[in-house]
């Protein structure tokens, strides 16, 4: 079971975080469709609304005009057709990694039966078969991270939402998360949105790459990468001409945004990430070491 996805005409704005601040535009009249079983990559300039925009899709933010449609049925809440995979593992520590994939289930009433049944098929698929018992405090950021995956797909979601799940992995670890995601999209078949900051991530796993413009964020351009021999053990992918002919041009595409980014900034205009208190306490840490 898979979706399609389709935002028409979507913005979303935020009232400024601290008192009197302006507004802030995350999202501004994006359209974007991801057809049903499709693996679409999601890049773009740090703050431009990636995760505002997975959150509409997730149900847990509203747009403020424009729709969401899944399914063509307009996204009005959370629901158990949309998992999510977000980049910190929210596992429950206190639950061994069975238990954690089962929480799903459990929301959903199925019996206490077939909850392991399904546990122990989804943790089988994800590569932890054995590690049903650990809690998370005795697995890697990856193994963790494999949990959260199987958590989201056992209560079969028609799409997959995930928000930077590998970005804080070590590279090695990473890559073979995303051959094992894609490997799991081969046998699933599950409709993927996924967001990352890295464009060779974005390249290896997305059929499609859509590059979104710095804030507010709209779809600048879709790049088609097709079909490389991902997956295969024995070529390095990554090295292709066909795999660097993308790459550079999602490198390109978003360097104009990131350009612009810049430019806004050096103009005066607060920078894009420095919103809240936390950001800007980031940006002077930055300063001192610079
Ligand atoms: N609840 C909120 N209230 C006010 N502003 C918000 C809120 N959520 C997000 N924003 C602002 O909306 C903009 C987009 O944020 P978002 O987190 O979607 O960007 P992003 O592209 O995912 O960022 P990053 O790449 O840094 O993770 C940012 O400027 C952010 O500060």
Redesign the pocket.
């Known amino acids: 079971m898979s979706s399609s996805i389709r935002f028409e005409h979507v913005a979303r704005r ?2 400024g ?1 601290e008192a009197g601040a302006p507004p ?1 535009t ?1 999202l501004d009249d994006l359209d974007l469709e991801v057809a049903a079983g499709e693996l679409v990559t999601l890049v ?1 300039p ?7 925009l997975l959150d509409l899709v997730a149900g847990l933010s509203s747009p403020s005009s424009g729709r969401v449609l899944v399914d063509d049925r307009e996204v009005t809440g959370p629901g158990l057709d949309r998992g999510v995979v977000f980049q910190q593992y929210a596992l429950l520590p206190w639950r061994t990694a069975r238990a954690n994939v089962e929480l799903g289930l459990e929301a959903n009433g199925t019996p206490r039966r077939e909850r392991a049944e399904r546990a122990r098929e989804y943790l089988d698929l994800v590569g932890l078969a054995g590690f049903e018992r650990h809690y998370p405090h005795e697995l890697s950021g990856g193994m963790t991270q494999r949990v959260a995956i199987a958590r989201s797909l056992a209560f079969d979601p028609a799409v997959l939402l995930m928000d930077e799940p590998f970005a804080a992995l070590d590279a090695q670890t990473r890559e073979t998360l995303q051959d094992e995601l894609l490997r799991i999209w081969g046998r699933t078949g599950k409709t993927i949105l996924f967001i990352t ?1 890295g464009i060779d991530e974005a390249v290896y796993l997305g059929r499609r790459v859509a590059v979104l413009t710095a ?1 507010p ?1 709209r779809v600048k351009g879709i790049v088609e990468v097709g079909d490389l021999p991902r997956g295969d053990p024995d070529t390095d992918v990554r090295s292709s001409p066909e795999f660097a002919r993308a790459r550079h041009r999602v490198w390109t595409s978003l360097r104009g945004e990131t350009k612009r980014q810049g430019e806004h900034a050096d103009r005066g205009a607060r920078p ?2 420095a ?2 208190q936390h950001d800007r306490t980031q940006e002077a840490r930055v300063d001192q070491h610079a």
């Open positions: 935020f009232p975080r802030v995350a773009g740090s703050g431009c609304g990636k995760s505002t900051h804030r964020g894009v990430k919103e809240t």
